[in-house]
């Protein structure tokens, strides 16, 4: 079962924070689900203004992410990549996955990890936090990022606790 063993994060105040969301526009469906996900996140969490930049694919999203994480305290990444008849989906998840880490590590900065790489279309549907979905990805990745932001910002003021 997808989601087993998952934490169960409080939300914190993210008031403070500045976060910037890119997200891919492919799958429409499936993405607006994620990005409603997100701001459902951000309202938890009491975030009211981050940006969100749009780019045509996943491909797309970890050099739009380093470009935002100098400026950002947090950066979520959202999309999502459908498995085809062709190798070119794993290349995709790959590329995707390895940038957004990169960007997250070079930067020290949280990247939500929001990109779904699915078999069907149905896969990603019921991950993307619709009415009827059995997961919420965009919540999840931009709650992860928002934690991991706030307890980086209790770390670099010497608290590690």
Same mark, same amino acid.
């Given at each position: 079962?997808?989601?087993? &063993?998952?934490?169960? *994060? ?14 891919? !526009? ?6 607006? $689900? *994620?990005?409603? &996900? ?32 100098? !400026? =950002? ?10 498995? &085809? ?5 794993? =290349? ?7 940038? #957004? ?10 990247? &939500? ?16 936090? #619709?009415?009827? !979905? !059995?997961?919420?990805? $965009? =919540? ?11 307890? #980086? ?5 010497? =608290?590690?606790?």
């Amino acid at each position: 079962m997808a989601g087993h &063993g998952a934490p169960d *994060l409080v939300p914190v105040d993210c008031h403070d924070l500045r976060v910037a969301v890119v997200a891919a !526009s492919w799958h429409t469906e499936v993405m607006d $689900g *994620l990005i409603a &996900g997100a701001q459902r996140a951000f309202a938890d969490h009491k975030l009211e203004e981050p940006v969100v930049v749009r780019v045509p694919g996943a491909f797309e999203l970890p050099v739009t992410a380093a470009a935002l994480a100098p !400026s =950002y305290d947090a950066v979520i990444a959202l999309g999502v990549v459908i498995r &085809g008849g062709t190798p070119h989906f794993d =290349y995709v998840c790959n590329a995707a996955t390895d940038g #957004l880490t990169r960007v997250s590590l070079d930067h020290v900065t949280p990247v &939500g990890f929001g990109l779904l790489t699915c078999d069907d279309e149905q896969q990603a549907l019921d991950r993307a936090g #619709l009415e009827g !979905s !059995s997961e919420d990805k $965009g =919540y999840e990745a931009a709650s992860a990022a928002l934690q991991t932001a706030a307890t #980086l910002k209790k770390v670099r003021r010497g =608290y590690a606790g």
